[in-house]
């Protein structure tokens, strides 16, 4: 209990074990170490061990050993031990604050709808953001970006102008910014407003192209009204 209490109110750099102990043992405390603080470095040092024991706690996640005749180094494996922790915690927050951004960028994105739209001109692929399917009315699980697929969500009037504004990207060319009317295959007519940027790599050859569009229809109906 004081063992569990030290964890959690405490909050320890680090933890040095036995790995035997009167009525406890070092690898009881490191499965009630994983169980409430799984980040804290936790080092057996001990008189005697064993390699196969040894080879078995590093295993099932103990940071490290060190035996008690050989107690020199463990200041070294302490100094390792804080510094790779407090490297993954800084890497794990970073993700953290990346995923929070991203999902910031996701509803704004949805708040505006405000898709992208990114072609690999070396090898033709085609990606989308989410907000782009629901632009759409696509499902992102189903529909795979493609000129053809993307064609046959518009209605036959638009597929001309489609296939303009293909050619001008895949040769590398940027669309003037602008709105643009479109008409979906199911007949709804859709207002988009489109920009478009090309990417070269570092000798000047050009390798992609991003769009964004913005569906601007309910802005569009509100003006007309």
């Not at 024991?53 to 494996?77: Q, S, W």
């Not at 759409?136 to 699980?141: I, L, M, T, V």
């Amino acid at each position: 209990t004081d063992f569990e209490d030290a964890l959690i109110n405490f909050a320890p750099d680090i933890i040095l074990s036995d790995y035997n102990l009167p009525r406890f043992s070092g690898l009881t405390a490191f499965a009630i170490k994983e169980r409430i603080s799984p980040d804290i470095p936790f080092i057996i040092v001990s008189g005697f061990i064993g390699e196969e024991n040894a080879i078995e706690i590093i295993k099932n996640g103990v940071t490290d050993y060190v035996l008690k005749d050989k107690i020199a180094a463990l200041p070294v494996k302490v100094n390792r031990a804080i510094k790779e922790a407090r490297e993954k915690f800084e890497k794990i927050n970073t993700l953290r604050t990346l995923e929070e951004s991203e999902k910031r960028l996701e509803r704004a994105s949805q708040l505006a709808h405000l898709g992208s739209w990114e072609i690999d001109l070396l090898s033709g692929r085609f990606y989308w953001s989410k907000e782009m399917f629901a632009i759409f009315n696509c499902d992102p699980a189903t529909f795979i970006p493609s000129p053809d697929s993307i064609a046959n969500l518009l209605h036959t009037c638009c597929n001309e102008t489609f296939k303009k504004l293909m050619s001008e990207l895949m040769a590398g060319n940027t669309i003037p910014a602008g709105e643009m009317e479109l008409k979906t295959s199911d007949g709804n007519l859709k207002y988009i407003f489109l920009r478009s940027e090309i990417i070269a790599d570092e000798k000047g050859k050009v390798v992609r192209a991003i769009v964004t569009i913005q569906d601007i229809t309910e802005r569009k109906h509100m003006q007309d009204n």
